[in-house]
């Protein structure tokens, strides 16, 4: 088992930034892979970032590229997902997720472990 619990979501303005951390605990060395999804109103839910415990990034959505980092912290089994140049296209709830190093990465099918996910509101 593997719990992840989202926080930093919030409200901003256009251009602004904002840091989500995802905090996990339990048997993260057997789920390694740890990936930031988003879910839009009214929209499936979509891969933003992935990373690993070993520091390997994934990759980014090409709507983020550029915009938001991944990084990790292995001290405190932390995630984090540095987002600058919001544009309000990037309004969603935010989830991250765990799962075994797999091919598949960017399917949220592929993960059994979810947080609870944190609102992100950008403004125009």
């Known amino acids: 088992q593997v719990q992840l619990v989202e926080s930093g979501g919030g409200v901003v303005q256009a251009g602004g930034s904002l840091r989500l951390s995802c905090a996990t605990s339990?048997?993260?060395?057997?789920?390694?892979?740890i990936t930031w999804f988003r879910q839009g109103p009214g929209e499936e839910r979509e891969f933003v970032a992935g990373?690993?415990?070993?520091?390997?990034?994934?990759g980014y959505a090409v709507s983020v590229k550029g915009r938001f980092t991944i990084s990790r912290d292995n001290a405190s089994q932390t995630v984090y997902l540095q987002m600058n140049s919001l544009k309000p296209e990037d309004t969603a709830v935010y989830y991250c997720?765990?799962?075994?190093?797999?091919?598949?990465?960017?399917?949220?099918?592929?993960?059994?472990?979810w947080g609870q996910g944190t609102q992100v509101t950008v403004s125009s």
């Open positions: 990373i690993s415990w070993g520091g390997v990034v994934t």
């Open positions: 997720a765990s799962s075994a190093i797999s091919s598949s990465f960017t399917n949220p099918l592929k993960y059994p472990y």
């Open positions: 339990g048997q993260t060395y057997r789920n390694p892979l």
